[in-house]
């Protein structure tokens, strides 16, 4: 009987147990979550309504100064009678708007001075122009608040708001303004109701240095912020380092944890922070927690006393079910265990049933999704028996190859994380959009993906659907060099190449590792479809164009001779889709125009990826954005891969590397002309092109002729 208490206790007791305390732990996770947030959030109000009463403390004169700075004849009024306005203007808005104004001021930009301010108290050098108020009044056409600085006049730390005086004409003639003592500020925060219920919280004022001008503690007053080594404090002065206008974080101080933040005023460089002790705020959480404990233990108590009391009728029945745990525990699921009994024990045990049951298809889904990816294929699997067996089925299917065009080149010299960003955004927008045409992504390795339609299910309209895959493709790259633009990363273009034929589809691999994919002939020709497809260009085969030749688009048809096949092959440039798809893809070929000097170029071609270390002299005569003509002694021959390196005119420094595809080759006055696509520029290169193009003065040094002196 001991035993099958401790069984029982064991298999019973000890989930309650894991439960409740789970759910507490859950429980306090979420409460903490909850008041931190509440707390966070009156903590950024209360500093808020600080910032607020600062802000309008030095924004309550700003119309008036407007007002007086645009006056036409400020600037001409007699010294005493601009002083008697000044006085009672201060005291005036003094009353009227609560603004403790030190002084109103002029200064002109012949050097005079006048102020609402005792004349003595005024120094003898005091020179208004050389004043931070000044200049940065003069800087600006909107009224200016200065950091705080001690005033000659009064001797005390004062913020000065001025705005530049203008006559009729819009001349500037002098800066108008005011100056609010520090005092005022120190005289609103405490009005401030922060959190009235928690003890021990702290209000301070402070400069962009970290200097504090107030706090709630008199002996911190002018020391500065961090000094000591506490780890809130070393936070916030951190935050003031990197220029934070609001932050709020939570560190410790004296050991303890405290929730800190600042927020800066719109005006100037003056900070108020809030320092709340998370001890107290917490501690109503806290208490609550102890009691879900008391009670939780309690329960606990009771329940183990009716279970040990319940040993004895049900021992049999639980004995069943802690062997059969046992062998779930090893994954021998085995058969179905007898109900024996109708009441609460019997269901346990149907329960128990259905739960193993449950257990077995996940394992076997687990195990399918393991080999598997695509939705369709595991349907298709789970429906059938021999779903996991290697081998396949003869199978028409349209096959989409797509490559980033100089992808190696581009990505050469940046970062791998950055190149992993890149490529993972551009990946992840496109095997998007295979999905959504219901495409089966069959590789995908660096930066090129392959994907088939047709399988594993029929798909009469497989060749159209290819085709609409590839030109949302094309127009997904628009949006996906936008964020890249605004990133920092390099423009990406796209080549692809579709081809329809039959295949083997099916199981791949082996009984530990399995996909699903399609080999055959046509894969590969698909491949070198895809290879003469320049940036922004969708090439199908004379297959897939032969199902879909009453809705397509064509904008060229391309003759090329591939090794391996007689015979010119022909392939389609496909520029949009009729309906039901009626989608278009944009052209963007643009017609090179003559530059005024040609640029010497030394040509090299490039062989599967290759190249060649000897090259040909040449000129750079025509130029786009995209294309380009050069002049070559040598015939290039179409769809060549080569590399242009600019040369300075001596034909002896190198300026950088471009890479292109040629289009068109033909013979000309200089030898051959070839009109080529860019398939990547480097950026010093980009820039002396651009500069040529748009006809700029100056393209750099080394482009220059250099002036020879013959020697006699």
Same mark, same amino acid.
């Given at each position: 009987?001991?035993?099958?208490?401790?069984?029982?206790?064991?298999?019973?007791?000890?989930?309650?147990?894991?439960i409740?305390?789970?759910?507490?732990?859950v429980?306090?996770?979420?409460?903490?979550?909850?008041?931190?947030?509440?707390?966070?959030?009156?903590?950024?109000?209360?500093?808020?309504?600080?910032v607020?009463?600062?802000?309008?403390?030095?924004?309550?004169?700003?119309?008036?100064?407007?007002?007086?700075a645009?006056?036409?004849?400020m600037?001409?009024?007699?010294?005493?009678?601009?002083?008697?306005?000044?006085?009672?203007?201060?005291?005036?808005?003094?009353a009227?708007?609560?603004? !403790?104004?030190?002084?109103?001021f002029?200064?002109?930009?012949?050097?005079?001075?006048?102020?609402?301010?005792?004349?003595?108290? %005024?120094?003898?050098?005091?020179?208004?122009?050389?004043?931070?108020?000044?200049?940065?009044?003069?800087?600006?056409?909107?009224?200016?608040?200065?950091?705080?600085?001690?005033? !000659?006049?009064?001797?005390?730390?004062v913020?000065?708001?001025?705005?530049?005086v203008?006559d009729?004409?819009?001349?500037?003639?002098?800066?108008?303004?005011?100056?609010v003592?520090?005092?005022?500020?120190?005289q609103?925060?405490?009005?401030?109701? $922060?959190?009235?219920?928690?003890?021990?919280?702290?209000?301070?004022?402070?400069?962009?240095?970290?200097?504090?001008?107030?706090?709630?503690?008199?002996?911190?007053?002018?020391?500065?912020?961090?000094?000591?080594?506490?780890?809130?404090?070393?936070?916030?002065?951190?935050?003031l380092?990197?220029?934070?206008?609001?932050?709020?974080?939570v +560190?410790?101080i004296?050991?303890?944890?405290w929730?800190?933040?600042?927020?800066?005023?719109?005006?100037?460089?003056?900070? $108020?922070?809030?320092?709340?002790?998370?001890?107290?705020?917490?501690?109503?959480?806290?208490?609550l927690? +102890?009691?879900?404990l008391?009670?939780?233990?309690?329960?606990?108590?009771?329940l183990?006393?009716?279970? $040990?009391?319940?040993?004895?009728?049900?021992?049999?029945?639980?004995?069943?079910?802690?062997?059969?745990?046992?062998?779930?525990?090893r994954?021998?699921?085995?058969?179905?265990?007898?109900?024996?009994?109708?009441?609460?024990?019997?269901?346990?045990?149907?329960?128990?049933?259905?739960?193993?049951?449950?257990?077995?298809?996940?394992?076997?889904?687990?195990?399918?999704?393991?080999?598997?990816?695509p939705?369709?294929?595991?349907?298709?699997?789970?429906?059938?028996?021999?779903?996991?067996?290697?081998? +396949?089925?003869?199978?028409? #299917?349209?096959?989409?190859?797509?490559?980033?065009?100089?992808?190696?080149?581009?990505?050469?010299?940046?970062?791998?994380?950055?190149?992993?960003?890149?490529?993972?955004?551009?990946?992840?927008?496109? %095997?998007?959009?295979?999905?959504?045409?219901?495409a089966?992504?069959?590789?995908?390795?660096?930066? +090129?993906?392959?994907a088939?339609?047709?399988?594993?299910?029929?798909?009469?309209?497989?060749?159209?659907?290819?085709?609409?895959?590839?030109?949302?493709?094309?127009?997904?790259?628009?949006?996906?060099?936008?964020?890249?633009?605004?990133?920092?990363?390099?423009?990406?273009?796209?080549?692809?190449?579709?081809?329809?034929?039959?295949?083997?589809?099916?199981?791949?691999?082996?009984?530990?590792?399995?996909?699903?994919g399609? $080999?055959?002939?046509?894969?590969?020709?698909?491949?070198?479809?895809?290879?003469?497809?320049?940036?922004?260009?969708?090439?199908?085969?004379?297959?897939?164009?032969?199902?879909?030749?009453?809705i397509?688009? #064509?904008?060229?048809?391309?003759?090329?001779?591939?090794?391996?096949?007689?015979?010119?092959?022909?392939?389609?440039?496909?520029?949009?889709?009729?309906?039901?798809?009626? %989608?278009?893809?944009?052209?963007l070929?643009?017609?090179?125009r003559?530059?005024?000097?040609?640029?010497?170029?030394?040509?090299?071609?490039?062989?599967?990826?290759?190249?060649?270390?000897?090259?040909? !002299?040449?000129?750079?005569?025509?130029?786009?954005?995209?294309?380009?003509?050069?002049?070559?002694?040598?015939?290039?021959?179409?769809?060549?891969e080569?590399?242009?390196?600019?040369?300075?005119y001596?034909?002896?420094?190198?300026?950088?590397?471009?890479?292109?595809?040629?289009?068109?080759?033909?013979s000309?006055?200089?030898?051959?002309?070839?009109?080529?696509r860019?398939?990547?520029?480097?950026?010093?290169?980009?820039?002396?092109?651009?500069?040529?193009?748009?006809?700029?003065?100056?393209?750099?040094?080394?482009?220059?002729?250099?002036?020879?002196?013959?020697?006699?």
């Amino acid at each position: 009987m001991k035993k099958l208490r401790t069984k029982f206790l064991l298999y019973i007791l000890m989930p309650v147990v894991l439960i409740i305390t789970l759910t507490g732990i859950v429980s306090l996770f979420v409460a903490y979550r909850i008041v931190f947030a509440q707390l966070r959030e009156l903590g950024e109000l209360a500093i808020q309504q600080a910032v607020d009463e600062i802000d309008t403390t030095l924004g309550t004169g700003l119309e008036t100064l407007h007002i007086l700075a645009i006056h036409e004849g400020m600037a001409n009024l007699p010294a005493n009678q601009l002083r008697t306005i000044f006085g009672e203007l201060r005291e005036k808005v003094g009353a009227d708007r609560k603004l !403790p104004i030190e002084s109103i001021f002029l200064g002109l930009l012949d050097g005079r001075f006048v102020t609402s301010a005792d004349p003595s108290m %005024v120094p003898p050098d005091y020179e208004p122009r050389f004043q931070p108020w000044f200049i940065s009044a003069l800087d600006s056409d909107e009224a200016v608040v200065t950091p705080p600085y001690l005033s !000659p006049f009064s001797w005390q730390l004062v913020v000065t708001v001025a705005h530049k005086v203008t006559d009729r004409k819009g001349t500037v003639v002098g800066v108008l303004g005011y100056g609010v003592p520090l005092t005022a500020f120190r005289q609103k925060i405490p009005k401030i109701k $922060v959190v009235e219920q928690i003890g021990e919280t702290v209000f301070s004022l402070f400069l962009r240095d970290g200097r504090y001008l107030m706090h709630t503690s008199e002996d911190k007053i002018g020391r500065k912020l961090g000094e000591s080594s506490e780890d809130l404090h070393v936070r916030m002065r951190q935050a003031l380092g990197e220029d934070r206008t609001t932050w709020c974080s939570v +560190g410790t101080i004296d050991g303890t944890s405290w929730f800190g933040a600042f927020q800066k005023s719109r005006y100037t460089d003056l900070y $108020v922070g809030l320092e709340i002790p998370l001890t107290a705020a917490l501690k109503p959480m806290y208490d609550l927690w +102890g009691a879900y404990l008391a009670l939780g233990f309690a329960a606990l108590l009771a329940l183990s006393v009716i279970l $040990v009391t319940m040993a004895h009728k049900i021992a049999r029945p639980v004995n069943m079910l802690s062997a059969a745990a046992k062998r779930l525990r090893r994954g021998d699921y085995g058969d179905a265990l007898p109900v024996i009994t109708r009441d609460e024990l019997g269901r346990l045990i149907e329960a128990f049933n259905s739960m193993a049951e449950g257990l077995k298809q996940r394992d076997f889904i687990r195990d399918t999704f393991g080999r598997y990816v695509p939705q369709e294929v595991v349907d298709r699997l789970l429906e059938a028996e021999d779903g996991l067996l290697l081998g +396949g089925e003869s199978r028409e #299917i349209s096959m989409l190859m797509s490559d980033l065009r100089g992808f190696t080149a581009l990505t050469a010299q940046m970062p791998p994380e950055k190149v992993l960003y890149l490529l993972n955004r551009y990946l992840a927008r496109m %095997v998007e959009i295979l999905l959504d045409h219901k495409a089966i992504v069959d590789e995908i390795e660096g930066d +090129g993906i392959l994907a088939f339609f047709g399988a594993p299910e029929p798909m009469e309209d497989h060749p159209a659907r290819a085709v609409a895959c590839a030109l949302a493709m094309e127009a997904a790259m628009d949006q996906i060099n936008h964020l890249n633009q605004t990133d920092g990363l390099p423009r990406l273009e796209m080549g692809i190449g579709i081809n329809t034929g039959t295949v083997i589809v099916g199981n791949i691999g082996s009984e530990r590792r399995t996909k699903y994919g399609a $080999v055959g002939s046509e894969v590969n020709f698909t491949g070198r479809i895809e290879s003469y497809a320049l940036g922004g260009q969708i090439l199908i085969s004379e297959a897939t164009y032969a199902c879909i030749e009453d809705i397509t688009k #064509i904008r060229d048809v391309i003759s090329v001779e591939m090794k391996g096949i007689p015979g010119p092959v022909n392939l389609y440039d496909v520029g949009g889709l009729a309906a039901p798809y009626n %989608v278009e893809l944009p052209d963007l070929t643009e017609t090179p125009r003559p530059i005024k000097i040609p640029l010497p170029v030394q040509i090299r071609r490039v062989d599967n990826k290759v190249v060649a270390p000897i090259g040909n !002299p040449g000129r750079l005569t025509h130029l786009s954005e995209t294309s380009a003509l050069v002049d070559s002694e040598v015939d290039l021959g179409p769809h060549q891969e080569i590399r242009i390196d600019i040369l300075d005119y001596s034909r002896q420094y190198t300026q950088g590397e471009a890479f292109g595809k040629v289009m068109t080759a033909e013979s000309s006055e200089h030898g051959f002309q070839a009109s080529l696509r860019f398939t990547f520029v480097s950026p010093e290169i980009r820039r002396i092109l651009r500069a040529q193009l748009y006809g700029a003065v100056t393209v750099s040094a080394p482009l220059q002729k250099p002036n020879v002196t013959k020697k006699a």
